[in-house]
């Protein structure tokens, strides 16, 4: 079964550091863009980051950009985002997508999320302040 699991939510302090990790099953993750997205109770689900296949390109949406890094292993098939200095504001449902496109070389946060093909189940990440 084709799919995409995210993990590593978990409930931490104000100024912490915590990392997702998302791992593909029964595809290869290298042939797709992967983008990080999050949804806070009561708000529109919002585009975090992007990685391009070779994890050569990464952009980020200015709210976490200098906190927030994402990378890739593509030997584990698995993209990670590493999350530092987390503040309350952080806190939200944290869901990974892949965007067929082997041969992109770059990648935008956000946008339509109906071009994304695959989609994590959510992690939760909570921020106490």
């Known amino acids: 079964q084709f799919e995409l699991v995210d993990s590593g939510g978990d409930l931490v302090q104000h100024g912490g550091s915590l990392s997702l990790s998302c791992a593909a099953s029964?595809?290869?993750?290298?042939?797709?863009?992967v983008g990080w997205f999050r949804q806070a109770p009561g708000k529109e689900r919002e585009g975090v980051s992007c990685?391009?296949?070779?994890?050569?390109?990464?952009n980020y949406s200015n709210s976490v950009r200098g906190r927030f890094t994402v990378s890739r292993d593509n030997a584990k098939n698995t993209v990670y985002l590493h999350m530092a200095n987390l503040q309350p504001e952080d806190t939200a449902v944290y869901y990974c997508?892949?965007?067929?496109?082997?041969?992109?070389?770059?990648?935008?946060?956000?946008?339509?999320?109906?071009?994304?093909?695959?989609w994590g189940q959510g992690t939760q990440v909570t921020v106490s302040s």
């Open positions: 997508s892949a965007d067929w496109g082997p041969y992109l070389a770059s990648c935008n946060v956000g946008g339509d999320e109906t071009r994304y093909d695959y």
């Open positions: 990685i391009d296949p070779r994890g050569d390109f990464t």
């Open positions: 029964e595809f290869a993750l290298v042939n797709y863009v």
